[in-house]
């Protein structure tokens, strides 16, 4: 299996630019999570999916900020406009999950660096 | 909300000595996960808890959850350079598909 793939690796905008920033799950995988990590506030969940239907967006920092999961295999992360307090590693990470049921364990994908200048 | 707290921010440590990370929830969880990240990587599961009171080792590292759920440790023995990285808890006070909300982790240094 190829893992979590996150696309592209590395993002450098400047401000006011809309990103979008991309994710495939593992297959089988019914949850995705986002995450964004900083120096200053770790790492922290944006928002996360089960079966494609957005569970909690509450992490999402504005209305900056969108996430779609069209389907079971996509998902992405947009920021528009971008503002320089952006710039961050953004993770995709998936797990499959049952109802009910404590949480498995999430495979992580290698990250987006995101810099917005 | 939720928040996770983790104790120390950083740690150095000469090799071979041990090396323990604590991680405190401000409420009572159903599960906690650890998570290593080498430097310039991505978080890696290393193991869950479930049980009150549950102690699990891989090796030379043994992880513990508090009799409350509230609380666990992780404790590595005679550190070696390969352990070098951010060791994260990450708890979750629900179930089934819930987020998880990680400690900011403990970034361990290793001095050869």
């Known amino acids: 299996d190829a893992g979590v793939i996150q696309s592209p690796r590395h993002e450098v905008t400047e401000m006011g630019q809309e990103v979008t920033l991309r994710c495939k799950p593992i297959s089988g995988h019914n949850s995705l999570f986002w995450y964004r990590q900083t120096m200053m506030r770790g790492l922290e969940l944006l928002i996360y999916f089960n079966n494609n239907v957005p569970i909690d967006d509450s992490g999402m920092p504005e209305d900056r900020f969108s996430a779609k999961m069209p389907n079971a295999s996509f998902s992405t992360l947009k920021i528009q406009p971008s503002e320089p307090r952006d710039s961050a590693v953004y993770f995709c990470?998936?797990?499959?999950?049952?109802?009910?049921?404590?949480?498995?364990?999430?495979?992580f994908g290698p990250g987006t660096r995101l810099t917005v200048l | 909300g939720q928040q996770v707290m983790q104790i120390p921010q950083y740690q150095h440590v000469q090799e071979g000595e041990d090396f323990t990370t604590y991680c405190n929830s401000s409420t009572t969880l159903s599960n906690i996960q650890w998570y290593k990240q080498r430097p310039g990587g991505h978080p890696v599961f290393l193991i869950q808890l479930v049980k009150s009171g549950e102690v699990k080792k891989q090796k030379r590292l043994t992880f513990q959850f508090g009799e409350a759920k509230k609380n666990s440790s992780l404790h590595i023995t005679a550190t070696q350079t390969t352990d070098v990285g951010t060791y994260f808890c990450a708890g979750n006070s629900g179930g089934g598909a819930d987020g998880l909300t990680f400690g900011k982790g403990t970034h361990l240094i290793i001095q050869p």
């Open positions: 990470a998936s797990s499959w999950d049952s109802p009910g049921l404590t949480n498995n364990e999430q495979f």
